[in-house]
């Protein structure tokens, strides 16, 4: 039962800190990966963005939920069933960052959900 | 080409911290891991496996952030989704742990959904869109530029 609460929690945290980063990143501005020459300007926003912080923490909180479910059960178990915090995400990427997605990302994210079922079902029997 | 790089990049270093992670507390419960008396968690932090755990999803950690300011989240996350294949496969071969056949399949289906979601990303970038803070557009939220070619 325990596993299960902690599973949910890691969902829902999980979920918060990607959409938080994720907003949080776009309000500090588009910058391509890896430039170094605008990199001091663009930390420094990025230090400045209180989401960020949230997200960050949000993000710790994960790990530590992550950390306590490792030692409880097998890595194969959770990983999969963790994922359903994407298609959450997903769905908050499109109605909370107004993100399009299309009718494939539905699709793979309906998919998703299809794996993430029978992973569940096969580990309950 | 550099975007897909990095997401390979996350989707590897997430997968091995993640296996190092689940190597470091195998059998270790994490709310009575330090005996009596000790820093609470020193023994944690002195285990190896952890450190490069911690190391590794880090890394892989500040990479994903990075690539969240010039990629969906809607793309970037199930694109990174793929690294629980990986996992599958390192717990199976490195941590020896049985996946039944069902799961296999389970793993798989999420694998497929996965894949077509990066197809679909793939597809839209022609007409990718970058997001520059709101101050600098109209939109509330962000503005929207396109550009032809991707970076």
Redo the contacts between chains.
Sequence with gaps: MEIWIALIALVVVDCAANLLVAHGMKQTGHNKPLRSSRLFRFGSKLVQNPLLWLGFLFQSGTFLLLLLLLSWANLSFITPLASSSTVISILGARFLLKEQVNRERWLGTLLICIGIVLVSLNSAS | M??LI?VLLIILLDASG??C??HG?RG????TASPAGSMPGLSLLLNPWLDLAILL?MVA?LLY??????L????L??MT?LK?VL??LF??SM?G?T??P??W?????????????????Q??RDRET?????S?GSNP??SLQTRNQH?
């Design positions: 550099k975007s990095v993640k296996v992670l689940s507390v270790i419960s994490v709310l999803l950690s952030t990075s690539a969240l300011s010039w969906d989240l809607s793309y996350q199930p989704s629980r996992i599958a717990a199976w941590l742990e996946i039944s069902t799961r399949v389970g793993t798989a289906i999420i694998a497929l959904g996965v894949l077509i979601v990066g197809l679909s990303g597809c839209s970058l997001l520059v803070p709101a600098e939220h962000y970076g």
